[in-house]
């Protein structure tokens, strides 16, 4: 049976991939930020096989995440689902950038990688030069560039792997707010069947879906030169390095 990972599964979209996949007779890991809603999520969705803890804002402890999920091994497939939006650059950068990365690298390949992304990305901006010496420049639409980035280094890098990144919709979670108007059961279907799906057009690696269909996005990330400097900036300032 197929096991699958998801950060960031202790509400919003995540926790709904969750209990889709546990549904769907999957196990399936969740992720929280901390003990106490660790066991919010493990009682939320019933059937998880149990849940890992560690505050993504901390390099440390999502080093440490990635030791526990590798103890529990192998992973068919890892859903970068954590985020944050209205918080501070620094946490922005931490979390939404600097988290998907650490795993990436220190986890063992699954499969199948699926990550995050946003509409937002759009407008945002690679801003490089700001990773060293002025983070408080990042903002939210420049992370979610940042994990397409990623995503299609991956996807470049590792032939093997599956990896493709999504923009699961303004729905509304905590995140995006009661009054968000798009629908929130395909803001997580997409991601369920990335994870998942024997369709062909669902194992592919590198597009960028929005409602399960390829669509557009900032062709920026299609650089492998700027691919490769993200990946050095993360290295510097995480100590961890890509493995090629």
């Not at 923009?167 to 929130?184: E, F, I, R, S, Y």
């Not at 030169?225 to 100590?239: A, H, K, N």
């Amino acid at each position: 049976m197929a096991r699958i990972f998801i950060t960031g599964s202790a509400d919003g979209l995540g926790q709904l991939a969750a209990k889709a996949l546990i549904d769907q007779k999957y196990q399936v890991v969740l992720h929280a930020r901390n003990e106490k809603r660790g066991q919010e999520a493990l009682n939320n969705v019933p059937g998880a096989e149990g849940v890992l803890t560690a505050d993504l804002s901390s390099i440390d402890e999502t080093i440490q995440l990635a030791s526990k999920a590798n103890a529990l091994g192998p992973f068919d497939a890892i859903i970068h689902n954590a985020g944050v939006y209205q918080v501070s650059a620094k946490l922005i950068f931490a979390v939404n950038t600097l988290a998907p990365y650490i795993l990436t690298c220190l986890v063992q390949k699954p499969k199948r990688l699926i990550y995050l992304s946003s509409g937002m990305h759009l407008q945002g901006r690679p801003k490089l030069e700001s990773f060293k010496s002025d983070t408080s420049r990042i903002t939210y639409s420049d992370s979610k560039l940042h994990v397409l980035l990623l995503c299609k280094a991956v996807a470049r890098k590792w032939p093997a792997v599956y990896a493709n990144a999504l923009d699961p919709g303004w729905v509304p979670t905590k995140m995006g707010g009661n009054g968000a108007p798009d629908d929130l059961q395909k803001g997580y279907e997409t991601q369920v069947w990335l994870a998942t799906s024997k369709e062909e057009k669902a194992k592919v690696s590198g597009p960028y879906f929005f409602h399960q269909k390829k669509t557009r996005y900032n062709h920026e990330s299609d650089n492998a030169l700027l691919q490769d400097r993200f990946l050095s900036l993360c290295q510097e300032i995480t100590g961890v390095s890509f493995p090629e």
